[in-house]
């Protein structure tokens, strides 16, 4: 039985996988096409925002001394000089004893430096309004420059565009946003017990579920997924395999078999490519301890657990980080979970919203289990150099 | 001034949404393009999970009775009977005395009731297997049938399928999966001062940012977007996108104008159809006050503020749980926030991972700004029955 000759910690194998991770090209796509994508370099403002002086209310701009001693008791009377106009430049210019009667967004004329609220003005007649309370300059007013100014990195490349970023960028005229090409995973399933989703399994055989899991993961997270089936374990069936996935993606995800031989020979093929180079075989981490990676030339060939509850988590602990934010949030555990110290453990966890805090609940089950892996919502991570985590902890949840 | 003449609560404005939110039909998608998708129906297994007992360890297959005293000093010395083969049936059937090699994943042969992992066990020639631990009947094996049984419900309807519950499909050998079809959205910007994106406004002029951040989110949640431009604030102009727009769509999303001239504009558009029934008109949130929706025969339109952080957050709360699980999770609130009681707030706020607990932080900023929106990762509601939320309170999130 082949030993695992060099087991890392989870930060050696991240950093190492990171070092090695194959640099993305960069696309322009349009802003309809921009979410979730990632911004291939900052977005610097080339322009002003807002362009013009906007009033965020509706109501009367004025002259902030007019209004200062303005109350129910004691109101000011403006003449009203005029009214401001979506989309348009003003015509008025107000003068000390004047309003005019501006919408929300709508642009301050010239002499006002401030924005009354319409609930707290009367108009009496065609000409003149009351106002009944002081409103200080620049108050429901966004000056000229305040959002960004020109020149401002209003988003640092590396960001994985969400709607509110889009916004930003919409806002500021941005039609052909940079963003880093999605990378090509070719999926490679193994073992000879293994047949293909679409086929009935005969005695001792099972579906390949790898493929479909680890697929979908990586196509969520935004790569372009290939997939090559199901190889049986057999050293050149294997070897053109990858030769024909390395040919096609930046980096190729093999996960199987999940019997020892199994990964000797996934192993022993990686290997046998001239320019190959083991990273690591082995990582101190539960589930995933088989866990491997080959650089052949400039690509990456990762080795992930058999079965498929395992290999979904590796890909979620270790390839989620570097090709997209993954989401997560805080909940309070509710059972005691045990762990080894001298390695990181996972564990799946379910969410509960039932009370009035989110709660996390393990998910327990035998290893081999499939239906285990869709009950739960997350997972948390339990650090190599804690022996586990309490009841009532509040731990840290990585979506799935 | 138009008032809002019935302010419902949220509850009551969801709940009427709910009720009237357009009925998707249901399509047949391959496994591949499953993620992401709503299940239809819930999955019924077709057959048994595993279809037989297999071993979660390498090892070798015994009878339990045969290890039960077993030990590092006085262990049990087996026979060696043969070895299981990935993928087939076992042709070895065990007799007390006797085992088999068996690797992860493979079938236990006929008489074997448990599996004693390769580390507690050592092989003395060809022919003899020496086992130093005892291993219960059933330790380290998967029944048949354990992961679930035929007429199962594996996945219930409704379900938003991740790569997890692909992978549970997978197993079963589902490979067309019946999900909702998308539901069609048009999106339509009104404004006298919005232009389109790719223009150069005037002064007074800002361009159109909501379509953008609407459309992107709407996207992000699966459904199909159709954008229908800015639209001037013209009853004709807006009657004739709104009948384009219904025609291509299961539901508009109307935005803006900001001031309320605009809005009583879009709302007298929309209640000139024959066929049209007001929902409601103003709802008791912050931000969101003037939300309306309009039904206008099936189909459905919902009218958002016209400043982008507040549609995108009224969207988000009112549409987002129709279409969407979203994600959150729980922070603790950095700071106190002020609510006012009678009314649903909702704050911005971003997340700081820098210590050992999740942290909320309150995104202040003046509500005309468009970059506050992509500062926050999330908002927290703050219910109407509560007149604040205080520093240090654990508070769920949801992510934008």
Redesign the interface.
């Known amino acids: ?1 082949a030993e695992f000759f060099n087991v890392l910690s989870l930060d050696e194998a991240s950093r190492i996988l990171k070092e090695n991770w194959p640099q993305p090209a960069m696309e322009l796509v349009g ?2 096409e ?3 994508r990632t911004l291939a370099a900052g977005a610097i403002a080339r322009e002003e ?4 002086q ?1 009033s ?1 209310v ?1 109501g009367y701009a004025v002259l902030a001394a007019d209004v200062a001693g303005a109350s129910e008791t004691i109101p000011a009377f403006l003449d009203l000089a005029g009214e401001v ?6 015509d008025i210019e107000l003068t000390t004893g004047q309003c005019a009667w501006i ?5 301050l004329p010239r002499g006002a430096d401030t924005v009354v609220m ?1 609930e707290y003005t009367e108009k009496l007649g065609p000409d003149t309004v009351l106002i009944t309370r002081p409103t200080a300059a620049g108050e429901n007013v ?1 000056r000229k420059g ?3 100014r020109i020149g401002e990195e ?2 640092p490349g590396g960001r994985h565009l ?12 941005m ?1 052909e946003i940079p963003v880093f090409s999605s990378l090509r995973f070719g999926v490679i399933s193994t ?4 047949v293909e ?21 990586l ?2 997270w935004g790569a372009k ?1 290939r ?1 090559y089936g199901v190889i049986v ?1 057999d050293f050149s069936r294997l070897q053109d395999a990858i030769k024909t996935a390395l040919a096609e993606n930046d980096c190729v995800i093999i996960s199987g ?6 990964r000797d020979l996934s192993l022993a093929a990686l290997l046998s490519f001239p320019d190959s180079q083991l990273l690591f075989h082995g990582i101190s981490i539960k589930p995933g301890k088989p866990t491997l990676a080959v650089k052949i030339g400039s690509q990456l060939v990762i080795g992930l657990p ?4 395992s290999a ?1 988590m590796v890909l979620q602990i270790l390839v989620g980080p570097l090709i997209a934010d993954r ?6 555990l509710t059972d005691n979970v045990a762990s080894q110290a001298g390695r990181d453990d996972f564990v799946r966890v379910r969410l509960d ?1 039932s009370g009035d ?2 709660k996390a609940v393990p998910v327990h089950g ?6 285990v ?2 009950e ?1 919502h997350g997972f948390i991570h339990i650090p190599s150099h804690k022996q586990g985590l309490y009841k009532g902890e ?1 731990v ?2 990585h ?2």
Not at 197 to 217: E, F, H, M, T, W
């Open positions: 039985m802003l309809k921009a979410v979730g925002l807002p362009p013009f906007r965020t509706d106009m979506m989309g348009c430049e003003p919408p929300t967004g709508g642009m319409v966004i305040e959002d960004c209003v988003l969400r709607p509110q970023d889009i916004g930003v960028l919409a806002a500021l005229g039609t073992g000879d017990e293994v989703v679409d086929a009935q399994p005969q005695i001792g055989q099972v579906r390949d579920v790898n493929s479909y899991v680890l697929g979908a993961a196509g969520r997924v997939y374990d078999g999940s019997s020892v031989g199994a058999g079965h498929p509850v979904l989401d997560k949030g805080a909940a309070v919203n805090i989110l035998k290893s081999g289990l499939i239906r892996m869709s739960a509040t840290t949840v979506l799935f």
